[in-house]
């Protein structure tokens, strides 16, 4: 009973200092609800938004007294008060005042204006920002903007966005912002009134949402940032598409604006401007030719392999339980051993086009390799491909297979030539597709977006992105292979690669020429994804080379 009592105390206690305000925002001149007000604290990273309604609840407890609640909604007058102040309005109405709107009349004659589109126009599927309710309140409500810079006077017809992904089971809200510059950052919202949009599937047309503003009499000139910001929790999740190495903008709330040199959000608008105007940015080469080189589309082949039996073939599939892992693997046809090894983040499906060929003349194992498909890692540490290694040998010898062939694409191939090195008594042949022996042997550019992406999984410390950070680290310090270690590898060896891989081409000729039984082919316009692109040809010539 005592205990009990003492709980009470504590919980009373608590409710006494919980400082959770609610009010509703009203408009003073119309005296009528204003929907979807930002409120939070200045230069504070987390906040709320308010309903349709105007009405909102935010917890201003250990928040210091003498810091400042913002509330803020374009067409409106800014709104600060005190913490202290404001917990006395509990309940209460808040009214903004409306801004005097600039109705200047804008004098250019009409035959010198032209219609011009600025921005970023990708609607590449590799690259996205992802906009996920799942995120903490601050990520989810944070703000997205991108940079223009125009050397004249120029209206805003249209704001397009590329949207990738939509899944949702409700209108999904989000605002747009446009922002003068101050110090090389969005500064000062420019707008006159609210710019809020319930976006549905069907407003979405080949990819790409267009908002019309014409009406709206937007015109800028200099630097400027166009901003967008998702005001509403939603049962879904929607991807927007992204230039890699462009400059992208962010801010959690009122905290501050941050570069974000990764990527940038794929928004591009439609102006009337001088014929002889420009936007500064684009004046940056843009790069989603390169981008859709080394990342192509691939969601053709994610939907086939998906919709394929192949690695939840419940009637082949085994799992083989080690000390700090459990590895998940099928077996198809009869013959010779060939091992299958996938690449990082992959799993057994992606050889779908490949496992039901090759299975006709060996006996195919495809390989979950641990902490990525079915497999699972139950260690903390840093992952490479001779544990990787070590994992494929105890298999064999649980499945008594003394010696056998491997395929390894990418990850899977660096896998492999640490196999042929630390076990050539159990292989017989290798074939290694798109791999490398050292992290440098990446494209420079693309080792860079793993860089930047680690950095961020590190900053956001979501632990769901765990295992995701440890494979895309593995690629930044693994694999290191020496020229003379190469020439241990006896073994014959064929190597493959597409001529627009992302291994490197002196690379995958340097690891030809190091192995002193090594053939090698590059297949012409073919990227990274041979398994995918050029299935028929590749099966051919794996089976070629294994029976010969």
């Known amino acids: 009973m005592k205990k009990l009592r003492i709980l009470s105390l504590s919980f009373i ?7 959770i305000i609610s009010a509703t925002v009203f408009s003073k001149d119309e005296n009528k609800p204003i929907p979807y007000v930002k409120v939070g604290i200045e230069k504070e990273k987390s906040g709320v938004i308010s309903d349709d309604k105007g009405y909102f609840s935010i917890d201003l407890s250990n928040i210091n007294a003498a810091k400042s609640v913002l509330i803020e909604v374009p067409g409106y007058k800014k709104y600060s008060q005190s913490v202290q102040n404001f917990k006395n309005l509990d309940g209460q109405k808040i009214f903004l005042k409306e801004k005097v709107k600039n109705i200047d009349e804008v004098k250019i004659k009409p035959k010198k204006l032209v219609d011009k589109n600025w921005g970023v126009n990708t609607k590449t599927k590799s690259v996205m920002y992802a906009v996920n309710p799942d995120f ?9 903007a991108l940079e223009f810079n125009t050397s004249k006077k120029s209206k805003i017809k249209n704001i397009n966005l590329n949207i990738s992904s939509y899944t949702s089971d409700q209108p999904v809200v989000m605002r747009y912002s446009i922002y003068s510059e101050k110090n090389g950052f969005p500064d000062k919202n420019i707008l006159d009134e609210e710019i809020t949009v319930e976006l549905t599937k069907e407003m979405i047309k080949d990819g790409t949402f267009t908002l019309d503003v014409n009406d709206r009499n937007i015109w800028v000139q200099g630097k400027f940032f166009v901003g967008i910001q998702f005001l509403k929790r939603f049962q879904g999740r929607i991807t927007i598409s992204a230039a890699l190495f462009r400059t992208g903008y962010i801010r959690e709330f009122y905290g501050d604006w941050k570069k974000m040199s990764i990527a940038a959000p794929a928004i591009n608008i439609d102006v009337k401007v001088d014929k002889n105007g420009k936007n500064i940015k684009d004046e ?5 030719d390169k981008v859709s080189m080394l990342a192509p589309d691939l969601s053709q082949y994610n939907i086939e392999s998906e919709n394929s039996v192949y690695g939840k073939n419940e009637a082949v599939g085994n799992s083989f339980k080690l000390n700090d892992a459990e590895l998940y693997y099928e077996v198809y046809g009869e013959g010779e051993p060939l091992v299958l090894l996938h690449g990082n983040g992959g799993s057994i499906k992606e050889f779908y086009k490949q496992i039901p060929e090759l299975s006709k003349k060996f006996k195919v194992i495809a390989i979950d390799t641990r902490a990525q498909g079915k497999s699972k890692d139950l260690t903390k540490g840093d992952l490479n491909y001779k544990i990787f290694a070590d994992d494929l040998k105890k298999l064999m010898d649980h499945l008594n297979i003394p010696k056998a062939n491997i395929l390894g694409w990418s990850d899977g191939g660096n896998t492999g030539l640490e196999f042929a090195l630390k076990y050539p008594q159990n292989l017989n042949k290798l074939i290694i597709i798109g791999a490398n022996t050292f992290p440098e042997g990446v494209d420079d550019d693309l080792l860079k977006e793993f860089k930047s992406k680690v950095q961020m999984m590190q900053f956001a410390n979501q632990p769901e992105n765990e295992t995701e950070k440890r494979l895309l680290s593995l690629m930044l310090k693994e694999p290191n292979i020496s020229k003379k270690s190469l020439h241990q590898i006896q073994n ?3 190597i493959l690669a597409g001529e ?20 090698l082919k590059i297949y012409p316009k073919a990227t990274h994804y041979l398994p995918f692109e050029i299935a028929e040809d590749l099966n051919k010539d794996v089976v070629d080379f294994l029976k010969n």
């Open 13 to 19: 206690a608590a409710s006494f200092n919980a400082q």
């Open 136 to 144: 903490k309140n601050e990520n989810f409500l944070g703000e997205t």
């Open 284 to 288: 940056v080469r843009d790069n989603s």
């Open 492 to 494: 014959p060896t064929l």
């Open 500 to 519: 627009n891989d992302v291994i490197k081409k002196e690379h995958t000729e340097m690891i030809s020429k190091e192995i002193p039984n090594a053939k």
